[in-house]
């Protein structure tokens, strides 16, 4: 599966993902700039981007306490999600995400 | 004792590995100064993860970070260590006898011959909100512009005060300053916070009573000449843009980690790491050593236990720099009755 991902300078790329991995660890791995300074533990909202073109819908919805840890991050938007906590999978081929500001 | 303080060692950070390492540098009788930005020990363990399960620590099967903090302060009590909190490592300078002068931005000098730098990803600071030139409206003075923090809540006596944020600083500072405030004003992006349900049911009863202001927004925009903020452009979840008065702007978003002045300490970093070879963990910098996530080298990994592994070869090689007509015993503190005096553990 493919992860097309827009950094903060509006560049796009596209990654490959892994069945299974986090989208934070295919973004962290390929040099995209996700904080996660939290390794994945959904404790501090740094790796917050945004899911795009009709995609937000299409994942399972978060968790409350993803929604609660959203709180904690900058600049929300309806389609607000924290990375480590997308899990990628064949379905979400071509998932289209923007690294949120920090 | 005040400051310059001298000691043997000067740590920076008081995480897991800066813990351990005043274990095992005690154990060869080196005392440490211990150097956090945060408020109290323990690092991203407390302050990211208190309550979330570590399940890789030897010998612990499971444990939380902050059982871990609890656990690594019991086991270096016997060596008391001296800690420096909410102050930050702003400076290391040598001195004209060969030993460091660490500074930290509350004006502490620690003086030692070695110096370890076990800051993790460097300083937890507040979360900046990305509203353009914000910078410009920070540290304008008491009770005005803005303020990622409350020291003196008499300063905001009679303003005009917006906080944006939905955990628990931002309600228990809406509801602490609601009372002196002239207004006061709450903006996050959802109508539910992840605070405690009491602080919530008292911010929705200061609502209700008129003397909280609550929105579903975000700030846009910061306004004011010269750094004097008199305003925001606050937007709502709807996209429509109004303009909101105010004298003071409170964002309460936590913390995130910011290297910080260690890029300043003249140690060569490569990509924000302190590169550090692997028999002492020093720096190329003689004396300066850098243990747990903010060093580097072959096969590194950012595991806890690596960095109690570091921790201990530090403190063989520091033992040379703080003794050098000493010679290093190395003993068990199985059966060693010395080490167990130290511990404070014998009959």
Redesign the interface.
Known sequence: MKIIATDRKGAERTVEGRDGWTVMEILRDAGLPVAAECGGACACATCHVYVNDGWYEKLSPPSDAEVDMLDMALAVEPNSRLSCQIVCADELDGIKVTIAPE | MSTPFQTDVAIVGAGPIGLFAVFELGLLDLKAHLVDILDRPGG?CTE??PE?PIYDIPGLPIVTGQELTNKLLEQIKPFKAEYHFNEMAAALEKTPDGKWKLVTDAGTEIIAPVVVIAAG?GSFVP????VPNIETFENKGDGVGVHYAVRKMETFRGKNILIA???DSALDWTINLAPIAKSLTLV???D???AAQHSVNQMRELERNGKVKFHVA?VKQLHGENGALTGATLAG?DKVEWRHDTDAFLPF??L??KLGPIAEFGLNLHENLIPVDTAKFESATPGIFAIGDINSYPGKLKLILSGFHEAALMAQAAFHICRPTEKLRFQYTTSSSSLQKKLGVTA
């Open positions: 991203q990211l993860y979330k990803g979360k900046r909100p990305p944020g939905g955990g996050h992006h959802r539910g916070f992840r975000s979840a978003f936590g995130t980690i």
